[in-house]
């Protein structure tokens, strides 16, 4: 089992910048990739940014260049700077980890981002 608490949601003027956290407990060993997913009303979750245990990132095109997804090991926590936002990155983010072995995906309980125009 993996729990996931997240934080650092809000709402900001567009061009400006939020960072959410991750952190991570339980089994967070055989985690093999955590990353970021957001969703907005009567749409499907969607990929932002995920980094695997090796380090390898992956991005949406559509936050290329202005999302930052990075780690700290030491504090099993997760990133995402967010910066020059854009009223279409309002959503509401998940956190989320990904163990290969058996499978299985955790999620958070979702952060609420809101960026005005």
């Known amino acids: 089992q993996v729990q996931l608490v997240e934080s650092g949601g809000g709402l900001v003027q567009a061009g400006g910048s939020l960072r959410l956290s991750c952190a991570a407990s339980?089994?967070?060993?055989?985690?093999?990739?955590m990353g970021w997913y957001r969703q907005v009303p009567g749409k499907q979750r969607e990929l932002v940014a995920q980094i695997t245990s090796g380090g390898n990132l992956n991005y949406a095109d559509s936050v290329k260049g202005r999302f930052t997804i990075s780690r700290d090991g030491a504090k099993d926590t997760v990133y995402l700077q967010m910066n020059s936002l854009k009223p279409e990155d309002t959503a509401v983010y998940y956190c989320?980890?990904?163990?290969?072995?058996?499978?299985?995906?955790?999620w958070g309980q979702g952060t609420q981002v809101t960026v005005s125009s």
């Open positions: 989320n980890a990904k163990i290969v072995l058996f499978g299985t995906a955790y």
């Open positions: 339980g089994s967070i060993d055989s985690i093999n990739a």
